[in-house]
């Protein structure tokens, strides 16, 4: 069943587009979209919140993320923009599918 996570991130005051671009710089969308089942990435900001949305075929795909040995390779350059740290063992929440209304769309602008 595919899944979606969301992954929450509180950067300090006037950090939100600097963990953009250490997202960027450092290719983490990308190293995600190495793992096997991972349909997705989306970095999403807010006035006090980063939001690192995941598409995955399924849980396994995502438990492969958390075990990928890369996946925490920035997070002393990240937790220096954070309030709140990430550790290891950081999990966005895990959603399923239950209803679905609206268009589908590609190449938010």
């Not at 990435?41 to 993320?65: F, H, K, N, S």
């Amino acid at each position: 069943m595919m899944i979606r996570t969301v992954l929450a991130l509180k950067p300090k005051t006037g950090q939100a587009d600097a963990v953009v671009d250490l997202f960027e710089a450092e290719g983490i969308v990308e190293r995600a979209l190495t793992v096997e089942g991972c349909l997705g990435v989306e970095v999403w900001t807010g006035p006090d919140e980063v939001l690192v949305v995941g598409t995955w075929t399924d849980a396994r795909a995502y438990q492969d993320w958390i075990e990928h040995p890369r996946r925490n390779s920035n997070n002393g350059a990240l937790n220096e923009l954070l309030e709140v740290p990430i550790t290891a063992h950081s999990r966005g929440g895990c959603y399923a599918l239950a209803l679905f209304g609206g268009k589908v769309t590609e190449g938010w602008s």
